[in-house]
């Protein structure tokens, strides 16, 4: 048993009070302050934190009242006498341990000597390596350790550490076995000592196997058990506690404090703003790990290197910097490569599908990992083997996975996250060719797993797909790096870049289009109609971000692939006779819109029916045609024609029949219907907002329309309302100088015109009698 003496020879008198310390900063009081609010000197204050003198118990109830805490809370609980306890923390106490308040609040509410034992559960800190357990464990104990009768450390990561640590805790007890040769014995009598004896501390670390260390515990007992163990499952053996990443503020507060760029008693806003904005960088590029920032602080300040030095250095030498070890990190024996490195050799050993399924998160998003993907995309893995092809098999990968909480699981919306370094390293630990394979198969998984995209597609499926976008992201720069030009690569880069598409995110959607179109063009030639089809989502991306000119031409450029490709009678190529003529109506080119409209809709009634989606949206677009056209009666009768077979075939809440009841409603409003184009118009909002959400541009078109009517009808405020929000959505999506923007922007000024007016015409004087 590694053995340091929790009570160091020092100057002091008493343990120091960290935790007044603690409480004084976090209210940015000076010790003079603090001195003020108790009615003492900054003397006193300064010798009761460095552990010279303890305060009495007037001053320790008046600290109490100030901060609102208990004695254990603020470190003031009274020294036991001299001889009476035996404690053994074989670690030193971390000065910048920093954060972690909850957690050690919730332990020492469990743990709390003021509950019987028989109602303190064991406690089980688990998490991933490098994440602060035996930290965490290590500061509970310093804190709490006055109030426990005895405090015991065991290294409990093997069989042989356990019993090492057994024979000296024997010596330390001076039980009569402690020369016992016979290890059972020995263990036996230790296990009595700890039945027949209460108000003890046990502490084991790295248990990740808690059933071995389970066999050293006796069945009964009245002490208190706190494991640290990588296993998220603990049973009926312990309670499990998550320890998870520092946030943001508490990973910049350590690596300023450990790099001495703050001092301990500075709070955070008074950090050199360079400083901590470097700081904070290096915290979200190690993901918020202590471990890794406690090695980025050692070598900054061995180097004497700045933070941004660290920063560039770290950007082309990750995986080094991660693996040194610091002469200055007494007490952290392993690295951030090392910690892991073990695990990934145990998880291959263990299960090569487990093995597999991590290597595959490596090169996703780390968050949010659907495990449909997993399994929907191993199925189309033949070359993976050990794929986790269907639930069951999954369950058993993550099984191993969790044990060493490599990822993280939410067995509710059924995702997985695994973090970001442990990506890095799997990701370093790979040669080139290695990296290059398993980044094609992350693009094929999700290729596998990513599903076409539907003009229709329901709510739940739209939300599904949202999941599936920081991968399909994440798979993008993959395909750049490493140059995955194949056909599955194209597909994903379009399916994903529609769906975008269709809510709204045009630039973003325009970006994996064009990546698609280079793809395809090089895999299949110029000539071949998948090109066609990525020039045609191009085009229509350019028509509505307001590009006319190059929307043209690629709707041109299309229409003559298809054309010559597949024949002039092709659904393809009524696709883009179809998008054609809706670029030149919205240019009010009416008479060339309108024989392509004509021709699309011939075109697609003959190949696919007049019930088919693709028909009825050809017949919307030539019935709008003729409502700008003021051809009322040919568009009413188009609409209404359109509308009944939607209703018929399409299911209700379909974006078709809110287009229809769209146009319905202009075409009233036209007539002077406003009652009847208000009903339409609402009704046509309410479909499209739960279809695409209230931040789509569909949406602002709608609102927009509902305002335009409104000003007619004089409800300036209810107008103003509306078009306010219109304008807000399009200079989001589109920018303040798209034409749909400053259509809205003007009907918002004639609003607010016309409201201007009303108000003066209302404060008129009134005109004399007679």
């Given at each position: 048993?590694?053995?340091?003496?929790?009570?160091?020879?020092?100057?002091?008198?008493?343990?120091?009070?960290l935790?007044?310390?603690?409480?004084?900063?976090?209210?940015?009081?000076?010790?003079?302050?603090?001195?003020?609010?108790?009615?003492?000197?900054?003397?006193?204050?300064?010798?009761?934190?460095?552990?010279?003198?303890?305060?009495?118990?007037?001053?320790?109830?008046?600290?109490?009242?100030?901060?609102?805490?208990?004695?254990?809370?603020?470190?003031?609980?009274p020294?036991?006498?001299?001889?009476?306890r035996?404690?053994?923390?074989?670690?030193?106490?971390?000065?910048?341990?920093?954060?972690?308040?909850?957690?050690?609040?919730l332990?020492?509410?469990?743990?709390?000597?003021?509950?019987?034992?028989?109602?303190?559960?064991?406690?089980?800190?688990?998490?991933?390596?490098?994440?602060?357990?035996?930290?965490?464990?290590?500061?509970?104990?310093?804190?709490?350790?006055?109030?426990?009768?005895?405090?015991?450390?065991?290294?409990?990561?093997?069989?042989?550490?356990?019993?090492?640590?057994?024979?000296?805790?024997?010596?330390?007890?001076?039980?009569?076995?402690?020369?016992?040769?016979?290890?059972?014995?020995?263990?036996?009598?230790?296990?009595?000592?700890?039945?027949?004896?209460?108000?003890?501390?046990?502490?084991?670390?790295?248990?990740?196997?808690?059933?071995?260390?389970?066999?050293?515990?006796?069945?009964?007992?009245?002490?208190?058990?706190?494991?640290?163990?990588?296993?998220?499952?603990?049973?009926?053996?312990?309670?499990?506690?998550?320890?998870?990443?520092?946030?943001?503020?508490?990973?910049?507060?350590?690596?300023?404090?450990?790099?001495?760029?703050?001092?301990?008693?500075?709070?955070?806003?008074?950090?050199?703003?360079?400083?901590?904005?470097?700081?904070?960088?290096?915290?979200?590029?190690?993901?918020?790990?202590p471990?890794?920032?406690?090695?980025a602080?050692?070598?900054?300040?061995?180097?004497?290197?700045?933070?941004?030095?660290?920063?560039?250095?770290?950007?082309?030498?990750?995986?080094?910097?991660?693996?040194?070890?610091?002469?200055?990190?007494?007490?952290?024996?392993?690295?951030?490569?090392?910690?892991?490195?073990?695990?990934?050799?145990?998880?291959?050993?263990?299960?090569?599908?487990?093995?597999?399924?991590?290597?595959?998160?490596?090169?996703?998003?780390?968050d949010?990992?659907?495990?449909?993907?997993?399994?929907?995309?191993?199925?189309?893995l033949?070359?993976?083997?050990?794929?986790a092809?269907?639930?069951?098999?999954?369950?058993?990968a993550?099984?191993?996975?969790?044990?060493?909480?490599?990822?993280?699981?939410?067995?509710?919306?059924?995702?997985?996250?695994?973090?970001?370094?442990?990506?890095?390293?799997?990701?370093?630990?790979?040669?080139?060719?290695?990296?290059?394979?398993?980044?094609?198969?992350?693009?094929?998984?999700?290729?596998?797993?990513?599903?076409?995209?539907?003009?229709?597609?329901?709510?739940?499926?739209?939300?599904?797909?949202?999941?599936?976008?920081?991968?399909?992201?994440?798979?993008?720069s993959?395909?750049k790096?490493?140059?995955?030009?194949?056909?599955?690569?194209?597909?994903?880069?379009?399916?994903a870049?529609?769906?975008l598409?269709?809510?709204?995110?045009?630039?973003?959607?325009?970006?994996?289009?064009?990546q698609?179109?280079?793809?395809?063009?090089?895999?299949?030639?110029?000539?071949?109609?998948?090109?066609?089809?990525?020039?045609?989502?191009?085009?229509?991306?350019?028509?509505?971000?307001?590009?006319?000119?190059?929307?043209?031409?690629?709707?041109?450029?299309?229409?003559?692939?298809?054309?010559?490709?597949?024949g002039?009678?092709?659904?393809?190529?009524?696709?883009?006779?179809?998008?054609?003529?809706?670029?030149?109506?919205?240019?009010?080119?009416?008479?060339?819109?309108?024989?392509?409209?004509?021709?699309?809709?011939?075109?697609?009634?003959?190949?696919?029916?007049?019930?088919?989606?693709?028909?009825?949206l050809?017949?919307?677009?030539?019935?709008?045609?003729?409502?700008?056209?003021?051809?009322?009666?040919?568009?009413?009768?188009?609409?209404?024609?359109?509308?009944?077979?939607?209703?018929?075939?399409?299911?209700?809440?379909?974006?078709l029949?809110?287009?229809?009841?769209?146009?319905?409603a202009?075409?009233?409003?036209?007539?002077?219907?406003?009652?009847?184009?208000?009903?339409?118009?609402?009704?046509?909002?309410?479909?499209?907002?739960?279809?695409?959400?209230?931040?789509?541009?569909?949406?602002?078109?709608?609102?927009?329309?509902?305002?335009?009517?409104?000003?007619?009808?004089?409800?300036?405020?209810?107008?103003?309302?509306?078009?306010?929000?219109?304008?807000?959505?399009?200079?989001?999506?589109?920018?303040?100088?798209?034409?749909?923007?400053?259509?809205v922007?003007?009907?918002?000024?004639?609003?607010?015109?016309?409201?201007?007016?009303?108000?003066?015409?209302?404060?008129?004087?009134?005109?004399?009698?007679?």
């Open positions: 048993m590694q053995v340091r003496k929790a009570a160091v020879k020092n100057e002091r008198k008493f343990p120091l009070s935790r007044l310390r603690d409480a004084r900063s976090s209210y940015g009081w000076s010790q003079q302050t603090l001195a003020d609010q108790v009615g003492t000197t900054p003397v006193n204050i300064s010798r009761w934190e460095n552990g010279s003198t303890f305060p009495s118990p007037y001053f320790r109830q008046r600290l109490c009242e100030v901060f609102g805490k208990t004695p254990a809370e603020l470190g003031l609980l020294p036991p006498p001299p001889g009476t035996i404690g053994h923390i074989p670690i030193t106490r971390n000065p910048f341990f920093t954060g972690r308040e909850h957690l050690l609040a332990l020492h509410k469990r743990l709390s000597t003021a509950r019987t034992t028989a109602l303190a559960q064991p406690q089980a800190l688990y998490g991933l390596g490098g994440i602060g357990k035996t930290q965490t464990a290590a500061e509970y104990a310093f804190r709490y350790a006055d109030e426990y009768a005895h405090v015991f450390w065991m290294r409990a990561a093997t069989r042989e550490t356990l019993l090492a640590d057994f024979v000296t805790l024997a010596e330390l007890l001076d039980l009569p076995e402690k020369d016992e040769q016979n290890q059972p014995r020995m263990v036996a009598a230790i296990k009595r000592w700890l039945a027949v004896h209460e108000g003890w501390l046990l502490i084991l670390d790295n248990a990740d196997d808690l059933r071995l260390a389970h066999e050293f515990l006796p069945t009964s007992h009245k002490g208190y058990l706190l494991f640290t163990t990588r296993a998220q499952a603990a049973g009926a053996i312990a309670a499990s506690v998550e320890v998870e990443q520092l946030t943001p503020q508490e990973g910049t507060m350590l690596l300023l404090r450990w790099t001495k760029l703050l001092d301990m008693d500075t709070p955070l806003e008074y950090a050199k703003a360079a400083d901590r904005a470097a700081a904070e960088r290096i915290v979200r590029e190690m993901d918020g790990l471990l890794a920032l406690v090695q602080s050692a070598y900054v300040e061995e180097t004497g290197c700045s933070l941004k030095d660290y920063l560039r250095l770290y950007a082309t030498h990750r995986k080094d910097l991660l693996a040194r070890h610091s002469h200055l990190l007494l007490d952290y024996h392993e690295t951030v490569v090392t910690t892991w490195s073990l695990s990934f050799q145990q998880v291959e050993q263990q299960s090569p599908a487990a093995a597999d399924v991590l290597r595959l998160c490596a090169f996703l998003a780390p949010a990992i659907p495990e449909e993907l997993l399994t929907r995309g191993a199925a189309d033949s070359a993976i083997p050990g794929a092809t269907d639930p069951f098999k999954l369950n058993e993550l099984e191993v996975l969790l044990r060493h909480s490599l990822v993280r699981r939410n067995g509710s919306t059924q995702m997985l996250n695994i973090h970001r370094l442990v990506q890095i390293v799997l990701r370093e630990c790979m040669d080139q060719e290695t990296q290059r394979a398993w980044a094609e198969w992350a693009v094929r998984a999700v290729n596998a797993a990513f599903p076409e995209t539907d003009y229709g597609t329901g709510a739940n499926q739209q939300s599904y797909l949202h999941y599936y976008l920081p991968h399909v992201q994440e798979c993008a993959l395909i790096q490493y140059h995955l030009h194949f056909p599955e690569a194209a597909r994903l880069l379009y399916q870049a529609a769906f598409d269709l809510h709204g995110f045009y630039p973003q959607s325009q970006s994996l289009h064009q698609a179109l280079a793809i395809r063009e090089q895999v299949f030639g110029s000539d071949h109609p998948v090109v066609a089809e990525s020039l045609n989502a191009l085009a229509v991306l350019s028509r509505i971000q307001g590009d006319y000119e190059q929307a043209e031409r690629f709707h041109l450029h299309a229409l003559a692939i298809r054309d010559k490709a597949l002039p009678e092709h659904c393809a190529t009524a696709e883009s006779l179809n998008n054609l003529g809706v670029l030149y109506r919205n240019q009010g080119k009416y008479e060339q819109a309108e024989p392509l409209l004509r021709q699309a809709r011939s075109i697609r009634e003959q190949s696919l029916g007049s019930e088919h989606p693709d028909t009825l050809t017949s919307i677009n030539l019935a709008k045609l003729y409502l700008e056209q003021r051809k009322y009666e040919q568009a009413e009768r188009l609409l209404k024609e359109a509308l009944a077979t939607s209703e018929r075939v399409l299911e209700p809440g379909h974006p029949i809110a287009q229809n009841l769209n146009l319905l202009r075409l009233s409003y036209e007539q002077g219907n406003y009652e009847r184009a208000e009903t339409l118009w609402k009704q046509a909002l309410a479909i499209i907002e739960k279809a695409f959400g209230p931040e789509h541009h569909a949406t602002a078109e709608r609102l927009n329309d509902l305002a335009e009517l409104y000003l007619a009808q004089g409800r300036y405020t209810q107008a103003e309302s509306l078009c306010q929000r219109a304008l807000s959505i399009c200079e989001n999506l589109l920018g303040s100088k798209h034409p749909d923007t400053i259509t922007r003007k009907l918002l000024t004639k609003i607010l015109c016309k409201k201007e007016v009303e108000q003066d015409s209302d404060h008129l004087p009134a005109p004399p009698l007679g």
